[in-house]
């Protein structure tokens, strides 16, 4: 038999299957065959052109004319394909609930200017500078009641112990959700970011779905219809009692759902899965958790690491407009790309070493965990400051934290959207 080469060991194109569930908990080296041999790859069941280079990526989310994001009917055709897969009588249930539903449009992700500027330049009232620094101090206590509440145990589920509550009580008080309707919210919220994850459900599960995501909608008009009487200093009382420009009228009910759903699709979770990452980089370089701590710009660029090495969006489509090309690769219009920000983050031609993490990286902060141009995640300064004061509030308190060998390892859920963390045992000594 011949000596294998070393070109036989190269990593071969026909190698690459990013929708299979090893690819999906760890897709680096899939994307790094993608980056060299094929930055723009056409992946036929899905019908969609992934795009993995940090350059291309880049060029394509500024074009947006070329490459629109009004792509509802990508996700639309994933949940078509679970309605029809369910039983008649099922089926006939989720139309009824359906029915009773306030009709949200889209109001940011998926629009396109100028319809999106307009939404977008009302919903920015909401992360200005001073409303951020503003709510501090909400921030900084959410932090510290939850550290509080498991002060002194010595190994605990991170993810249930802090980095899934914090940025969910985040959110739930800088809203304004009454004390009385957090337990409900709390479930509807992890439901809605649920949606984005495009895995099978049973009929039960749609159901469920959809009857939490009834109520909730429910629970946020009334909330809407109170601050219009009674406004005070959150989120949707700005949101309920503010004009969209050129047209000086208030939001609908379904526009200010649309709004409101977006930031729990698109907010909490992603944050969560970030202090997870974050957590799981600190165990595997426990160094790291002594050069950062009292560190506020270290521990700044730390958390721009984190975002960049396990972005919490891996990937999110555009609808191609006219017949182009992208990196020298022909797109024809009405085809969809998807632009890989988790592959763009660790494109060597942007970041050297792009695997390591370093916390004195010089422009951490270009990387795309957040998207760029128009689309730039408004919600940023929040997640920011969020993540930069939690990890500042856990390492004063923590002298150390590592992994627990003795629970399974960690591994992200098997998502091509979403990069979740469920779970991350760890030991924690105090100090
Ligand atoms: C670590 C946390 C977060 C990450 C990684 C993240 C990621 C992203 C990304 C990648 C986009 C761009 C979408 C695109 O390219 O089309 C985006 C947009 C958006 N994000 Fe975030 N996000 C985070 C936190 C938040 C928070 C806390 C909120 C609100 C409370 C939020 C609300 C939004 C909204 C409303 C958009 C749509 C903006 C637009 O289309 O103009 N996000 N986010």
């Not at 993995?52 to 996700?75: C, G, M, N, P």
């Not at 977008?120 to 900084?140: D, P």
């Not at 439901?191 to 749609?206: H, K, V």
Request: proline fraction near 6%; hydrophobic fraction near 40%; charged fraction near 20%.
């Amino acid at each position: 038999m011949p000596e294998p080469t070393t070109q036989n060991a190269l990593p071969k194109l026909a190698d690459v299957s990013l929708f299979d569930p090893a690819t999906l908990i760890d897709p680096y080296a899939a994307y790094q065959t993608l980056r060299d041999l094929e930055p723009v790859h056409f992946v036929q069941a899905s019908n969609v052109h992934v795009v993995t280079r940090y350059d291309l990526v880049r060029e394509a989310i500024k074009d947006t004319k070329t490459f629109s994001s009004k792509y509802d009917s990508f996700l639309g055709a994933a949940q078509e394909m679970m309605f029809n897969a369910a039983p008649k009588a099922v089926q006939d249930q989720l139309l009824a609930i359906n029915a009773q539903m306030e009709l949200a449009p889209p109001t940011m992700l998926t629009l396109d200017e100028p319809e999106h500027t307009q939404y977008r330049s009302l919903v920015a009232e909401l992360f200005t500078a001073s409303r951020i620094k503003g709510a501090e101090a909400t921030v900084q206590s959410v932090i510290d009641r939850t550290i509080a509440s498991f002060a002194g145990q010595t190994s605990v589920d991170f993810m249930d112990a802090f980095a899934g509550p914090v940025p969910l009580i985040v959110i739930a008080e800088r809203l304004g959700i009454p004390a009385e309707d957090r337990d409900f919210f709390e479930l509807a919220a992890t439901e809605a970011a649920g949606a984005l994850r495009l895995s099978p459900l049973t009929p039960e599960q749609m159901l469920h779905r959809a009857q939490v995501a009834l109520d909730l909608q429910r629970l946020l008009i009334r909330i809407v219809e109170d601050r219009r009487r009674n406004p005070q200093e959150d989120m949707i009382s700005v949101l309920a009692n503010s004009k969209l420009a050129g047209e000086n009228r208030y939001l609908t009910h379904g526009e200010c759902i649309s709004v409101l759903n977006q930031f729990l699709v698109a907010g909490h979770e992603t944050t969560t899965s970030t202090f997870g990452w974050g957590t799981l980089l600190l165990c595997r370089n426990p160094e790291v958790q002594e050069q950062i701590r009292g560190d506020a710009k270290r521990i700044r660029t730390f958390v721009e690491e984190a975002l960049r090495l396990e972005a919490p969006v891996q990937g999110l489509p555009r609808l191609v407009t006219q017949d182009t090309e992208l990196g020298g690769y022909p797109l024809v219009a009405g085809s969809m790309i998807m632009l890989r920000y988790g592959a763009a983050n660790r494109d060597e031609r942007q970041f050297a070493e792009p695997d390591e993490l370093q916390i004195d990286r010089p422009k951490a902060g270009s990387q795309l965990a957040f998207g760029a141009g128009v689309h730039f995640c408004i919600g940023a300064p929040l997640a920011r400051q969020e993540l930069n004061l939690g990890f500042a509030t856990l390492l004063e308190h923590i002298s150390s934290i590592e992994l627990d060998t003795s629970a399974p390892a960690p591994e992200a859920e098997p998502s091509f959207i979403l990069r979740n963390l469920p779970k991350l045992q760890v030991k924690l000594a105090w100090r």
